[in-house]
Nanobody, 126 residues
């Protein structure tokens, strides 16, 4: 498994931007599909975005499409989530996830990923 550490969360006003980072340990980062999920208290963890190992394929939840961008730098073992035009409903704990082989049918499911970070809080004020 790979160890993941998220950073970049914080408090921002509606319409603002944040960039989350997820640093991964290990020398095989470029073999992993990476994902971002989010969770609010009392609700299930939900998919936000994912990116394949090559960076050539990206996936987004409909709720963030056009506002969020996922990217990765394999040389730095880091995946990013650029979040623009933030809304109060984006408030959540954001988690980074990794898995070596995620099928198309599981890439939007938490069960498709085996390694998780500790999460970073994002709060969007109205």
């Amino acid at each position: 498994q790979v160890q993941l550490v998220e950073s970049g969360g914080g408090l921002v006003q509606t319409g603002g931007s944040l960039r989350l980072s997820c640093a991964a340990s290990g020398r095989t980062f470029n073999k992993y599909t990476m994902g971002w999920f989010r969770q609010v208290p009392g609700k299930e963890r939900e998919f936000v975005a994912a990116i394949r190992w090559s960076g050539g394929n990206t996936y987004y939840a409909d709720s963030v499409k056009g506002r969020f961008t996922i990217s990765r730098d394999n040389a730095k073992n880091t995946v990013y989530l650029q979040m623009n035009s933030l809304k109060p409903e984006d408030t959540a704990v954001y988690y980074c996830a990794a898995e070596t082989d995620v099928s198309y049918y599981l890439i939007r499911e938490p069960s498709g990923f085996g390694s998780w970070g500790q999460g970073t809080q994002v709060t969007v004020s109205s």
